[in-house]
């Protein structure tokens, strides 16, 4: 028998990177024992290796926990952990649609960050009851009062009644429990009406098919109800349903508030889609849940399998992929460089590297990724208006009237003593000045709005550094602007790689030009004959570097006698490299498709 709706709590933990969420999560497991204490370890919800081995959370989990509270009544708590960098707060938001409350977790050293605002918004937009809880108070850099006071001033919380925690030692853990019982409201939705749930995520497994996580909002779910996806009109039955403990534990039914997973044999992947309904085929009910906005790329890159034949195999993979993220989005594209392969939009540079990594481990992969870029809006002489992803679909010079690109407003809390570096920075980066807002005495906040594309690459790194780690960003998209943006094209002995080319600002085209013919150099291996490296603004060239060619000693086997001899092998030597050249092809290295990532200004 399932507890009673007023006794259930569906929450989430939201926080700024690193401030302790999944170690937070551990210690509400461990309290509640719902993991044997010999198998706890440290993010025990991050299932991921690359999450354990970059120390952060990618994927939210939801896991289930029962506890008995001081009243003496048992209560069954849903939690579900969230990622914390900018590039998965489309995670954060797909969770809080799950969820009435929300642990907003802020380090009592680090104070209140660029995504602790961030995340605390959209908490507020979904109308979640926000519990603070100051974090790492027994830290001997901890400053909880003023922690308290920026929570107030800064996001405009009520901070008297925060509860006091120390993650790493379990210190508050307890209160922390109680908080979540007293002020997180249980979940509304009726039993005895038609059954709606929404579907927040979804895994592929080899064996089971499409395992779909599901919030009960409305009725009840039982094991071999026949059932139906209300957005595709797909109808399946409901072979096995279950909670999340967080491994998968099966029972007879989920109500009404419940959060768990449903296994329906789901064969394609295109049945599924996150954000969709699931409801009673004999009793459907009569309207939709509202689901989630639409996710919208902001970096592109194209993703080519390294052997031309594994094209099929990426398709698969990708198909896997996008089920458990459908955050990111992929079309077939083909490259005359690279061949066969798919352009990716991602949510930011650091989910184009998760994604790239997870293909390369989860599925075996060996992939050649190109240059990322962001999307441009060009209108040409004619008045026609398109949308390009990559520098290869840019029309000729003479046939453009103007391109935009797009602007993001940027928050950028840091320490007032770095200020001025923070601004050096958004200044090479083309920054406009809108304001700087002073929070105490030693934290600022300076906000600018700058092109994205200049954020794309480097500039999280470059503010970590600038800042000695104590900075952090947050922004979002404002629209678009023109902008004085011309195409650079690398050339190999004359032919235009496309995969290479990039767009950039007229004023940093020599630069990077320059930059990067000279990674280049280093990185393409010698052939027996010269390689010329150009950089090219509408076929004009800029840079130029040369890759030497090898030579080979043809004169050793003489030994004295006529000079003319050595001349008539040297020359035929030079005419064979001539004709060498004339048919030879450059092979070009994964390492310089990724050069221009590493581009820094101290090479220009």
Do not use: W
């Amino acid at each position: 028998m399932s507890v009673p709706r007023e006794n259930i709590r569906n929450f989430c933990i939201i926080a700024h990177i690193d401030h302790g969420k999944s170690t937070l999560a551990d210690r509400l497991l461990q309290q509640t024992n719902t993991i044997d204490t010999r198998n706890l370890k440290e993010q025990t919800l991050d299932n991921m290796d690359i999450e354990r081995e970059r120390g952060i959370t990618i994927k939210s989990v939801a896991v289930r926990m029962s506890h008995t509270a001081a009243d003496g009544r048992e209560y069954e708590l849903n939690l579900i952990d969230t990622p914390g960098h900018v590039d998965f707060s489309y995670e954060v938001s797909r969770a809080m649609a799950a969820c009435e409350g929300a642990l907003l977790v802020v380090d009592a050293a680090q104070g209140v960050e660029a995504q602790t605002l961030a995340h605390a918004y959209k908490a507020v937009a979904e109308n979640l009851e926000i519990i603070p809880v100051i974090n790492k108070v027994d830290l001997p850099a901890a400053d909880v009062d003023g922690t308290r006071q920026q929570i107030e001033e800064v996001i405009g919380l009520p901070a008297d009644d925060a509860v006091l925690a120390s993650a790493k030692s379990g210190l508050g853990t307890g209160e922390v429990l109680e908080a979540v019982i007293a002020r997180i409201p249980p979940p509304r939705g009726e039993r005895d009406v038609p059954l709606r749930a929404l579907i927040f995520d979804a895994v592929y497994n080899i064996y089971r098919g499409v395992i779909v996580f599901v919030r009960v909002k409305d009725g009840i779910l039982r094991r071999g109800q026949r059932v139906m996806m209300m957005t595709t009109g797909m109808r399946y039955e409901a072979v096995e349903i279950g909670t999340l403990k967080p491994e998968m534990v099966p029972c007879d039914e989920l109500a009404a508030g419940e959060v768990g997973y449903v296994i329906c044999n789901i064969k394609t992947l295109e049945d599924t889609r996150i954000g969709d309904t699931l409801t009673a085929l004999d009793q459907p009910a009569a309207e939709a849940l509202p689901g989630y906005e639409e996710v919208k790329p902001v970096v592109f890159s194209g993703m080519y399998p390294a052997n031309a034949t594994d094209y099929e195999e990426l398709r698969d993979a990708l198909d896997k992929l996008h089920l458990n993220d459908c955050s990111f989005q992929y079309h077939a594209d083909s490259s005359d460089a690279l061949g066969l392969g798919f352009r990716l939009g991602f949510l930011g540079l650091l989910h184009m590297e998760i994604i790239q990594e997870r293909l390369e481990r989860e599925f075996g992969m060996n992939l050649v990724v190109t240059m990322p870029n962001v999307a441009y809006t060009i209108t040409t002489t004619d008045g026609t208006v398109t949308v390009i992803e990559k520098a290869s679909q840019m029309p000729p010079a003479g046939e453009i009237q103007m391109i935009e690109e797009p602007y993001i407003e940027a928050d950028i809390l840091c320490p007032t003593q770095y200020l001025s570096t923070v601004i050096e920075l958004c200044k090479k980066k083309r920054g406009i000045h809108v304001r700087v807002d002073y929070i105490d005495g030693k934290r600022c906040m300076a906000v600018y709005q700058m092109p994205l594309a200049e954020i794309v690459i480097d500039f999280y790194d470059k503010l970590k550094s600038c800042t000695r780690g104590y900075g952090s960003l947050e922004y979002r998209i404002i629209g678009n602007r023109p902008g004085d943006l011309v195409k650079l094209d690398i050339m190999l002995n004359g032919d235009v790689i496309d995969a290479l080319s990039t767009i950039v600002h007229r004023d940093n085209s020599v630069y990077l030009g320059r930059a990067l013919a000279s990674k280049l150099r280093k990185l393409i291996p010698r052939q027996q004959y010269e390689i010329a490296i150009q950089a090219a603004i509408s076929r004009k060239i800029i840079v130029r570097e040369t890759v030497k060619a090898v030579r080979k000693n043809v004169t050793a086997k003489c030994y004295g006698g006529d000079i003319t001899r050595k001349r008539k092998l040297l020359e035929k030597q030079k005419e064979g490299k001539k004709r060498m050249k004339q048919v030879g092809t450059v092979e070009v290295p994964q390492e310089a498709f990724m050069a221009l990532l590493k581009v820094n200004e101290e090479d220009t």
